[in-house]
Each structure stands twice: as C-alpha cells, then as structure tokens.
C-alpha cells in the first residue's frame, strides 16, 4: 500500500465472492476502491450464487464493501470472455454480489449480438428482459439478422438462445435476404447456426396488402419487387447458407393470383431470391376466383409479377375432366393473370362430347371463359357424304352453353374453304350438303348457309347455325341451318340462293329447305321476290285479270313462307303490322311497303331438286302476293323450273289461272320472253319501242332485253311437266 499526493494506492489480489482480481494498480477510497487487474477471473458456481465463468485481461475493477458488489469492466477494447466453450464475450460491464451477478453492454456469442441494459448472467445461462439480437454472417462481414426489444434466454449447455418479444411481434430484419417480418418468438440453435421463428399472435386483417397477419408478416424490402408480403406462423433462418425457410404458408399474393405452395414452404434466398415452387396451385384472380390452376411449377418475383406453368381442369358440361397444360402463366401489363397453353390433335381433346378440339387455348383472370384460338370438328355425327373437317375459330367458349362463331367465309387452319349447308356443284350440276366439311370446290356456290355461331341442341340430336337470336327463336330474321346427328336431315331456314346468274333479273328467295342425303332429296318451300326491267303496263293488265278471276283460292299464309320472307325484307316491327292487317282485312291496309314491291312478288312455292333433269322444279300450286304494287294474295296452278347450265342459266315461270289462261316468262343469257294468252298484256309489249325493252347491265352481267315469246314454247314448258 502507498499513501501519498495521487491518494492511497496499492497492489495485490482483490478476491470477493467468486471473482479474483490481480493488479498492481489499486487505488482506495473511503468506501471502494477501483484498480485496472492484469488478470481477471471469475470461477463458475452452480450452487448460489450461480455465476458463470469469466476470464479477462486489463479489466476495469471496482469494489464498493457497503452495496456488497464488485463492477468489472472491459476496458480499452479488452472485452471479458464469458462462457469460453462458446466463443463468448462481453463488451461490458458485470455486478457480482453474493445473491448472483448481472451485467450490461453488448454480449457477443460467436456469431451473435445481445445487447441489454441489465443481464442475469448465471452458471450456464444468460437471461434479459429486454434486449437486442442481432447474428451476422459465419464471417461476420454482414449483418443476416437482427431484432429489439425481446425476452432473451441462453442456455449454453444446450446451446440455445430464446427470444420472445415484449410488444406483441418484433421488428425483423434480414439484410442479406432484403426481407424484413413480424415475430414473437425466437429460437437460436448455436450448433446448427440455425434460427427457428414462431408468432402466436392472431393479429388483424392487413387491408392494404390483402393479408391476414393471424401468424408473422413477410415483406420483400428488394425495391425490384414492391413489397411482395406473405404470412407464415413459423420460419427457420439458416444463418451460414443465408436461407429464410418459411413454413405453413397458406398462399402468396402476386398480381391478381394466390399462390398455394404444396408443402406450405416458402424458402427466401439472398437478394430476396424465392425459390421456384413445385405441385403448386394458383388461383386467379382472388377476387373473381374463377381460374384454378395445379401440378403448377411457379416462381414469384414481386408483388406484381411471376412466372408459371400448370395444369388447368376443363369441365365440360357433362361435368367430364380433361386437363390442359398451359407453358406460359404471366401477368399481363394490367397485372391480369394470363395463361396459354396448346391442345394437340393426338390428346383427343373435347369441349364437350359433341366439339372435337385443337388449338391454343388462353386463360383470363377476370373471364370466367377460356378463349379458344383453334380448330373444331364435329364429333356427334357419322352421316356419310358428310365429312367430319376441322373448322377453324376464335371465341372465349362456356363450357355449359357452347357457342362457337361461324363466319361468313369458313376455313379450316389452312385456309381450305369450309361449307354449311346446301352446296351447288357446278361441275356437275348437282347438290350435296356440307355441314363444318371441306367443299369439294371452292368454287362452288352456298345454296343455303348461315353464320352467327354454332351450337348442339342435345334434345333433338341437332347441330345448329345461326345468329344467337334465332337459334332460341327460328321466327325471327336471319339465316339458320341444322344438322340431325340421328337421320343426317339437314334444314335451312332463310334467305338462300339458288346458285344461278339471270344478270339484271334478281331472284330474293326467303324460306324453308330440307335435304336427305341418304336419298339426295331436296325440297324447298319458298317466298320468292323477282324483279327486272319491263314495260309495267303490261303487268297492269295482269293484274286486271288476276281481279276478275274471284274464284281463285286465296293465300294460305299459315303454310306459305310469306310471314317469313316479310320478316327478312322489311322487318319485325313493319312484318308484325302487315301480318295482322291480313289476317283482319285478308290485304295490307294502305300502300304496299316499298321493299315488297316486285314485278312478281310469289309468295308461296314449293320446289323439289329434280335429279333427272338437273333442275330445281315447282311443285303443287303458286301464291302470288302481289303484282308490282297491286296486291293479289291468290293461288294459282303453274310450273317454275330453275337450271344452272353450261350454256347459260335459265328459268321458266308459268302462271294458270284457269286451263285456257296462262303467264309465261323464260330467261336465258340476257333474254326475257314473255307470253300470255291475254291479249292485251302481250300488246303492250309488242308495242313498246324497241330501244325500251334493252338495258345495258353493269361490268361483269349480261345486258338485259324482253320481248314477245312464243305459246309454241309455253305450251311445251306447261306439257314438260304433265
């Protein structure tokens, strides 16, 4: 001991409890004394008090007998080693006194970081009720982990620390990963260099991200991936190879999708890399929930943006599965999930028992219906002399009401020109019916088609043509064709053609059609408007002595195609008026409507094919509706046959109003002859100035002259057909 102007000093060993101090600078105070030991050490106890350890070098030292404590400090960069097995040390301060000892500063074990205002250190153990954890890389270049104001417990013999949060979830942060979560607990394996994490709270509905946080909260703090977020209640940290393992993950948010991870693993990689999921599920969008994806390889890297592949269930109505495999699931610019995939001709692959497909096929979140970019080929039928092609189309497709669009101009993937309908050859002259087939030409003409969409009709067995509208009512404007899977009757219904060129002479045939392949039978009912350049006066004649034939049956409007042809021409509103002024007044009230007036307006006439002589022949009596403006609504006896040749088309029309009262009118290659046994009709035409009875036609049609015929040829037309 030395006394002098720096105070009492002294040097030697300082000993008190379970700690020993050697020093040879001692200073003494009236109640402490301090001193700088060259050697420090506490000796471990697991009887009380329990102490741990401790070890150091030039070590702060302060003794104060009256609060029974002694302080040791490191000093100058000189950290205490503690719990020397464990690579352990504090940067600090401990408080040794016979009831136990406690500390502060930060604790440094291997890898990690506690930092506390007051430790309980005991022989094995260090507890703290409020600290900060943080653990840095094995080579501690880099921050992984770190989180405040937790419960710490260690215990090294079983080398584990625990961490529990004092205010519900702790702030986490893992700046390798660029993630940051919300915890509640913690558990450090030392040996494994591994952290498992676990939240109990159930926590609130997070609106803003869409997230229910009943376990922790995940967010992406990489500024590439907007704030991607998920939530699991349990995680594991794996500290040397930097990975994030997450585990009981229900989903992740991405875009407008959930993604279900098949294990309920979600693993984080450094960088804020998330590992590609297998066997996933996606379901798209989370809203609507319209789109279920499975077997789903996916790899998520933002809030807004990820790539996948899968499979997808389509369930036809008959509730039947087939499965689609879509290579490319993305979201789109407005963040819509899409998915497109290809369906090849080998899977055997059907929208529904009766629609054969192949093709791309694309998903939209927000639609509940796929779009299908493909080919289709009827696969209800085996009607022979019907083959079963590919059509091809685009459409968003219900499986539960099947309607696919058929355009005016049908191909298949190639470009071959499909048909649907009555087909005219014009090699050979003759019909045959095509229904989503290949045409035997493309120059052959469409008799009677229909575009709008195709649907089956399962009740009567039937594929059907038509616009939306007429396919749930046949009354209504528009063409229709129909094809019976059971006896392979074809029906059209509407405006149709009959395949022949009569130049400034245009026929507008509105009606009924029915084919039977099986036989080759044709038969057509018929409104037909007919219309060239003539001398009306004669047709005035006409219609003067159609009125003085009052014994002449009227039209029969219930089984005449008239009520159809007017709903074609002029429409519901106007065809509703007429209808119902006819069947009160038996004639339209007030002026014709300009679109009925023809030079002959038939309103009712039946045809037959007839396969003899290549021709569309008339059967049973005529209705005539109306002479240019003057209504008529009369049935006649008479004979129309109708040729398409290679010399020239033709048509024949012979009107009786009794056996000794005829009209006839022929065309043929530009030339109308006309003859009637009313004398005064046919002079109007012989008196007509030559120059008045020529037309020239337009490029491409032949020009137009009438003239007087013969009854020499009348007569041989009427008796043809006797």
Same mark, same amino acid.
């Given at each position: 001991?030395?006394? &002098?102007?720096?105070?009492?000093?002294?040097?030697?060993?300082?000993?008190?409890?379970?700690?020993?101090?050697?020093?040879?600078?001692?200073?003494?105070?009236?109640? *402490?004394?301090? =001193?700088?030991?060259?050697?420090?050490?506490?000796?471990?106890?697991?009887?009380?008090?329990?102490?741990?350890?401790?070890?150091?070098?030039? /070590?702060?030292?302060?003794?104060?007998? *009256?609060?029974?404590?002694?302080?040791?400090?490191?000093?100058?960069?000189?950290?205490?080693?503690?719990?020397?097995?464990?690579?352990?040390?504090?940067?600090?301060?401990? *408080?040794?006194?016979? @009831?136990?000892?406690?500390?502060?500063?930060?604790?440094? $074990?291997?890898?990690?970081?506690?930092?506390?205002?007051?430790?309980? +250190?005991?022989?094995?153990?260090?507890?703290?009720?409020? =600290?900060?954890?943080?653990?840095?890389?094995?080579?501690?270049?880099?921050?992984?982990?770190?989180?405040?104001?937790?419960?710490?417990?260690?215990?090294?013999?079983?080398?584990?620390?625990?961490?529990?949060?004092? @205010?519900?979830?702790?702030?986490?942060?893992?700046?390798?990963?660029?993630?940051?979560?919300?915890?509640?607990?913690?558990?450090?394996?030392?040996?494994?260099?591994?952290?498992?994490?676990?939240?109990?709270?159930?926590?609130?509905?997070?609106?803003?991200?869409?997230?229910?946080?009943?376990?922790?909260?995940?967010?992406?703090?990489?500024?590439?991936?907007?704030?991607? !977020?998920?939530?699991?209640?349990?995680?594991?940290?794996?500290?040397?190879?930097?990975?994030?393992?997450? #585990?009981?993950?229900?989903?992740?948010?991405?875009?407008?999708?959930?993604?279900?991870?098949?294990?309920?693993?979600?693993?984080?990689?450094?960088?804020?890399?998330?590992?590609?999921?297998?066997?996933?599920?996606?379901?798209?969008?989370?809203?609507?929930?319209?789109?279920?994806?499975?077997? =789903?390889?996916? @790899?998520?890297?933002?809030?807004?943006?990820?790539?996948?592949?899968?499979?997808?269930?389509?369930?036809? %109505?008959?509730?039947?599965?087939?499965?689609?495999?879509?290579?490319?699931?993305?979201?789109?610019? &407005?963040?819509?999930?899409?998915?497109?995939?290809?369906?090849?001709?080998?899977?055997?692959?059907?929208?529904?028992?009766?629609?054969?497909?192949?093709? %791309?096929?694309?998903?939209?979140? !927000?639609?509940? %219906?796929?779009?299908?970019?493909? @080919?289709?080929?009827? !696969?209800?039928?085996?009607?022979?002399?019907?083959?079963?092609?590919?059509?091809?189309?685009? =459409? %968003?497709?219900?499986?539960?009401?099947?309607?696919?669009?058929?355009?005016?101009?049908?191909?298949?993937?190639?470009?071959?020109?499909?048909?649907?309908?009555?087909?005219?050859?014009?090699?050979?002259?003759?019909?045959?019916?095509?229904?989503?087939?290949?045409?035997?030409?493309?120059?052959?003409?469409?008799?009677?088609?229909?575009?709008?969409?195709?649907?089956?009709?399962?009740?009567?067995?039937?594929?059907?043509?038509?616009?939306?509208?007429?396919?749930?009512?046949?009354?209504?404007?528009?063409?229709? /064709?129909?094809?019976?899977?059971?006896?392979?009757?074809?029906?059209?219904?509407?405006?149709?053609?009959?395949?022949?060129?009569?130049?400034?002479? #245009?026929?507008?045939?509105?009606?009924?059609?029915?084919?039977?392949?099986?036989?080759?039978?044709?038969? $057509?009912?018929?409104?037909?408007?007919?219309?060239?350049?003539?001398?009306?006066?004669?047709?005035?004649?006409?219609?003067?002595?159609?009125?003085? +034939?009052?014994?002449?049956?009227?039209?029969?409007?219930?089984?005449?195609?008239?009520?159809?042809?007017?709903?074609?021409?002029?429409?519901?509103?106007?065809?509703?008026?007429?209808?119902?002024?006819?069947?009160?007044?038996?004639?339209?009230?007030?002026?014709?409507?300009?679109?009925? /007036?023809?030079?002959?307006?038939?309103?009712?006439?039946?045809?037959?094919?007839?396969?003899?002589?290549?021709?569309?022949?008339?059967?049973?009596?005529?209705?005539?509706?109306?002479?240019?403006?003057?209504?008529?609504?009369?049935?006649?006896?008479?004979? $129309?046959?109708?040729?398409?040749?290679?010399?020239?088309?033709?048509?024949? $029309?012979?009107?009786?109003?009794?056996?000794?009262?005829?009209?006839?009118?022929?065309?043929?290659?530009?030339?109308?002859?006309?003859?009637?046994?009313? #004398?005064?009709?046919?002079?109007?035409?012989?008196?007509?100035?030559?120059?008045?009875?020529?037309?020239?036609?337009?490029?491409?049609?032949?020009?137009?002259?009438?003239?007087?015929?013969?009854?020499?040829?009348?007569?041989?037309?009427?008796?043809?057909? #006797?």
């Amino acid at each position: 001991i030395r006394l &002098s102007n720096k105070g009492l000093k002294g040097s030697g060993d300082i000993d008190f409890v379970t700690s020993h101090a050697e020093s040879t600078e001692i200073t003494f105070f009236p109640d *402490a004394l301090n =001193a700088v030991a060259e050697v420090y050490h506490n000796e471990p106890s697991e009887s009380k008090p329990q102490v741990p350890i401790i070890d150091g070098s030039t /070590v702060y030292v302060s003794y104060i007998p *009256a609060q029974k404590v002694l302080f040791a400090s490191a000093y100058k960069g000189n950290e205490l080693v503690m719990f020397p097995d464990s690579a352990s040390s504090l940067d600090g301060r401990i *408080a040794l006194r016979p @009831e136990g000892m406690t500390g502060e500063g930060t604790f440094y $074990i291997e890898n990690g970081e506690v930092l506390s205002n007051l430790f309980k +250190f005991k022989h094995h153990i260090i507890d703290a009720d409020t =600290a900060e954890f943080k653990l840095r890389t094995v080579d501690l270049d880099e921050m992984a982990f770190k989180t405040e104001n937790v419960n710490t417990h260690i215990n090294f013999n079983k080398r584990k620390g625990e961490f529990k949060s004092n @205010e519900g979830e702790s702030y986490v942060q893992f700046p390798e990963n660029q993630y940051i979560c919300y915890m509640d607990q913690f558990n450090w394996l030392m040996d494994k260099d591994d952290l498992e994490m676990e939240s109990k709270d159930k926590g609130d509905v997070n609106i803003e991200t869409d997230l229910d946080l009943s376990g922790s909260n995940f967010f992406s703090i990489n500024p590439k991936q907007d704030s991607l !977020s998920f939530k699991s209640p349990k995680a594991k940290f794996d500290v040397r190879k930097k990975i994030i393992t997450c #585990e009981k993950v229900e989903y992740v948010t991405t875009a407008d999708a959930r993604v279900f991870p098949d294990s309920g693993i979600v693993i984080i990689r450094k960088k804020a890399k998330m590992e590609e999921f297998e066997n996933a599920k996606i379901l798209a969008n989370y809203i609507t929930k319209f789109h279920n994806i499975f077997d =789903a390889k996916v @790899e998520i890297t933002g809030k807004h943006s990820y790539t996948a592949s899968g499979y997808y269930n389509y369930v036809d %109505e008959s509730q039947g599965q087939q499965k689609i495999y879509f290579s490319n699931i993305a979201p789109d610019t &407005s963040l819509q999930t899409t998915a497109k995939g290809m369906v090849k001709e080998e899977s055997n692959f059907q929208l529904s028992p009766q629609f054969d497909y192949n093709g %791309e096929v694309e998903m939209f979140a !927000s639609k509940k %219906e796929l779009t299908f970019r493909g @080919e289709v080929r009827l !696969s209800a039928h085996n009607c022979p002399g019907i083959e079963r092609n590919w059509m091809a189309f685009e =459409a %968003e497709i219900d499986p539960e009401n099947i309607y696919i669009p058929v355009s005016e101009s049908m191909t298949d993937s190639k470009g071959g020109s499909i048909g649907a309908g009555m087909i005219l050859n014009t090699d050979s002259t003759g019909l045959y019916s095509t229904f989503l087939s290949v045409k035997k030409s493309p120059k052959h003409i469409d008799v009677m088609t229909a575009n709008g969409f195709l649907k089956y009709d399962s009740k009567s067995r039937e594929y059907r043509i038509g616009t939306k509208d007429k396919l749930i009512e046949r009354s209504l404007p528009g063409n229709y /064709v129909s094809l019976n899977t059971q006896n392979c009757i074809m029906v059209g219904d509407g405006e149709f053609n009959f395949g022949c060129d009569f130049g400034l002479m #245009e026929l507008k045939p509105i009606g009924t059609m029915e084919y039977d392949p099986s036989k080759k039978d044709l038969t $057509i009912k018929s409104s037909i408007s007919i219309k060239f350049p003539f001398n009306d006066a004669a047709f005035d004649k006409m219609d003067k002595q159609l009125g003085d +034939f009052s014994e002449l049956p009227p039209l029969d409007f219930n089984n005449s195609t008239y009520e159809k042809s007017l709903r074609e021409i002029v429409g519901l509103e106007k065809s509703d008026k007429i209808i119902s002024d006819l069947s009160i007044y038996g004639k339209v009230k007030g002026k014709l409507p300009d679109e009925l /007036v023809s030079q002959l307006y038939l309103a009712d006439v039946t045809f037959i094919w007839d396969k003899e002589r290549n021709a569309y022949v008339s059967k049973g009596k005529i209705g005539i509706a109306n002479v240019m403006k003057n209504q008529v609504f009369k049935q006649v006896d008479g004979q $129309i046959a109708i040729y398409k040749r290679a010399t020239g088309d033709e048509i024949s $029309i012979a009107l009786k109003l009794d056996e000794n009262t005829f009209y006839f009118f022929n065309y043929k290659r530009g030339l109308f002859q006309t003859f009637s046994t009313n #004398e005064d009709y046919n002079n109007v035409i012989l008196e007509t100035k030559k120059d008045k009875t020529k037309f020239n036609a337009p490029k491409g049609k032949e020009d137009f002259q009438f003239m007087l015929g013969s009854k020499t040829k009348a007569i041989a037309f009427m008796r043809d057909f #006797e």
